[in-house]
Nanobody
């Protein structure tokens, strides 16, 4: 059974940092592309960052580029999102996702097959 579990969310002040983790099980995580998305209240899912299977290729939404870093530890079956210089507009539920095939990174919600349950990130001004 595929399971993706996010952790690391919380309430922080603008300018602070957080690191989200996503522990994957039930799949061969080390061979699969992965990504992070977020959903703010009343808004659609928004792409945040993506990474290919070995971490050699990454891509970011313009809104987070330069502040967020996606990475992975395939030995631990874990995906990370390091978030720095957080802003109130970063407030959202953050979801990790894995795609069951592919060699590159993927930026569309429909590209992904397995999702975590989400972790809340709230940034106060």
């Amino acid at each position: 059974q595929v399971r993706m579990v996010e952790s690391g969310g919380g309430l922080v002040q603008a300018g602070d940092s957080l690191r989200l983790s996503c522990a994957a099980s039930g799949l061969t995580f080390s061979t699969l592309p992965a990504g992070w998305f977020r959903q703010a209240p009343g808004k659609e899912y928004e792409f945040v960052a993506a990474i290919n299977w070995n971490g050699g290729h990454t891509y970011y939404a313009d809104s987070v580029r330069g502040r967020f870093t996606i990475s992975r530890d395939n030995a631990k079956n874990t995906l990370y999102l390091q978030m720095r210089y957080l802003k109130p507009e970063d407030t959202a539920v953050y979801y990790c996702a894995v795609r069951y095939s592919g060699d590159y990174y993927y930026t569309q919600e429909g590209d992904y097959n397995a999702w975590g349950q989400g972790t809340q990130v709230t940034v106060s001004s």
